[in-house]
């Protein structure tokens, strides 16, 4: 059994710059999160797809900010013209019912220069 | 709103000392679910425990046991004979149904424990 994938697990860029992200939940898992945790803090919740359809939107989720699913199986965040206040770690989990555990990925760091 | 508070920011503890670590929640739900997960160095939430709001029975699972009151909305989780693996942050959170029946999860700060020899 596969766990949640993430990728790249580091990312540094400069100001401005547009970056995107990839998450490869459990095969068998059709529900999808994106979590934003920064330091000393948990994890907030960005965004939820259950199959390909984005059926939740947190308001931490800025126009800058948009994700995909666009087969159901993995899934991008993209942030365009990143800011230095999106410095954090991008965590993906997946769940395969609801209220069953979400498994996490390791996450992809992002810091801006 | 849903809200997670773990009062306690670090604690260090002698290793095979047990240690609780607090969790109190605020919601207006009355079906809910409250879970623990461990955030190891490396990184990655691993997901420890569940409980759902109608079940206020506490469990031991190996050196793990959790105490659920929802009279006084707290969800205290205990690790006996604490070891050096057992360092990490453990987050409490607390789970809010979406659309389509997924769960946004509310995680407290979390809690640093310091397992030493």
């Known amino acids: 059994d596969t766990g949640v994938s993430q990728d790249p697990r580091h990312k540094i860029t400069k100001r401005g710059q547009n970056v995107t992200f990839r998450c490869d939940p459990i095969s068998e898992h059709n529900r999808l999160y994106w979590y934003r945790q920064t330091l000393g803090q948990g994890p907030e919740f960005l965004t939820y797809?259950?199959?390909?359809?984005?059926?939740?939107k947190s308001r931490l989720l800025s126009d800058r900010f948009s994700a995909e699913r666009p087969k159901g199986s993995f899934s991008t965040l993209e942030i365009q013209r990143t800011e230095q206040g999106d410095s954090a770690m991008y965590l993906c989990a997946s769940s395969s019912r609801s209220n069953q555990p979400q498994h996490f990925g390791d996450g992809t760091r992002l810091s801006i220069l | 709103a849903q809200k997670v508070t773990q009062a306690q920011t670090e604690i260090s503890v002698v290793e095979k000392e047990d240690v609780t670590l607090d969790c109190v929640y605020e919601t207006r739900d009355t079906t809910y679910y409250l879970f623990w997960y461990k955030q190891p160095p490396s990184g990655e939430l691993v997901f420890l425990i569940r409980?759902?709001?109608?079940?206020?029975q506490n469990e031991i699972s190996g050196r793990y046991s959790w105490n659920f009151q929802k009279s006084t909305s707290s969800f205290n989780f205990t690790i006996t004979a604490s070891q050096v693996v057992d360092s990490a942050v453990y987050f409490c959170a607390l789970s809010y149904i979406l659309t389509g029946g997924g769960n946004k999860l509310t995680f407290g700060t979390g809690t640093q424990l310091k397992v030493e020899l």
């Open positions: 409980r759902n709001s109608f079940d206020e």
């Open positions: 797809f259950q199959n390909e359809a984005q059926l939740e």
